[in-house]
């Protein structure tokens, strides 16, 4: 990854004024290293809202360096992974520096992304991961939900309807469709666990045959167990099919199928978005939209 491709994700997250972190970054990053002690490696897969390089802790222990120029969005981070990690299935924080907008988080090893996992495997894979993450309590008064999620998530991704290569596809009615349709699932919600609530396939990593996948950059909130699986089943489109991988997650993971096929519909949007900004297989985008009507 070369810093072009993290500054275009970054820009479009926060706008162009995020330039000037980016800037400060090196200077930070060997600030960090002296501090701590360690032994800063090459860049990471980084997300939207981060950038992740490879570094070693002082013991030797494979670690990643993640630093973002949203210090709020980094503390509740350290807080959820924290929350979780009596689970086993998320990475162990090192260390955390809130005022930097740093921490220092274990490496997955081999840290291979769900996706890459053969897909026979992948369903129990899942159902263990949610298992055991929906097993831990959820905190007194924790102070995010499955619907504030949600309502954050249409309104911040629902403007992009407003580009011509995205309304074109995406109309408002079908937006009000799928807002329509979370709003009864919201209301309707009987279990509520501690979700991960960002659970793609991206997000889910190889931690080795005696540890199973490991889930990183939660948005943990308390809801619908179902939501946590319904990325992986979208990610079903163009494969074998949103419906068919639906009843397979469903019945590996103990999910009532009828109410995950439910939230595919729902997010199925935001996921055709994606795959329209960044040129995905028109095959997978139609049965996205397909699911919308």
């Keep these: 990854m070369d810093m072009g491709d993290v500054s275009a994700r ?9 330039e000037g972190w980016l800037a400060e970054v090196p200077t930070l990053a060997a ?21 992740v390089m490879r570094c070693q802790w002082p013991d030797g222990t494979p670690a990643v360096l993640k ?13 959820m992974l924290r929350v979780f990690a009596s689970s086993g299935r998320v ?12 921490m220092v988080l274990e490496e997955v090893l081999p840290g291979t992304e769900a996706e890459g996992l053969p897909a026979t495997s992948l369903p129990q ?46 109309d408002q009615a079908a937006w009000q469709r799928s807002i329509r349709r979370c709003e009864t699932l919201l209301d309707t919600q009987a279990t509520l666990v501690l979700l991960h609530g960002d659970l793609h396939l991206g997000n889910a990593l190889d931690g080795g045959p005696s540890r199973g996948l490991v889930a990183i950059d939660p948005k943990a909130c308390v ?36 109410r995950l096929y439910a939230w595919s519909r729902v997010i199925a949007p935001m996921v055709a978005i994606a795959h329209l900004t960044y040129g995905g297989p028109e095959p997978v985008i139609d049965e996205l ?3 919308t009507y």
């Design 223 to 258: 809801g619908d167990p179902c939501f946590d699986a319904v990325d992986y089943v979208v990610a079903g489109a163009g494969h074998e099919g949103v419906e068919a991988r639906c009843q397979l997650v469903a019945t590996a993971c103990g999910l009532d199928g009828d």
């Design 91 to 102: 990475p162990a924080v090192l260390s955390t520096d809130a005022q930097a907008g740093a």
């Design 10 to 18: 970054l820009v479009g997250r926060f706008g162009p004024e995020v």
């Design 67 to 79: 630093l973002s120029p949203d210090r709020a969005l980094l503390t509740r981070q350290v807080e």
């Design 125 to 170: 894979l899942w159902g263990e991961l949610l298992a055991a993450l929906h097993a831990v309590a959820p905190p007194a008064q924790w102070p995010w939900d499955l619907r504030g999620r949600c309502d954050e998530a249409f309104v911040r991704i629902g403007r992009r309807l407003s580009e011509p290569a995205i309304g074109a596809r995406i």
């Design 31 to 51: 600030q960090l290293a002296s501090r701590w002690g360690l032994v800063l490696g090459e860049l990471f897969q980084s997300g939207a809202s981060s950038l």
């Design 289 to 291: 939209l397909a699911l």
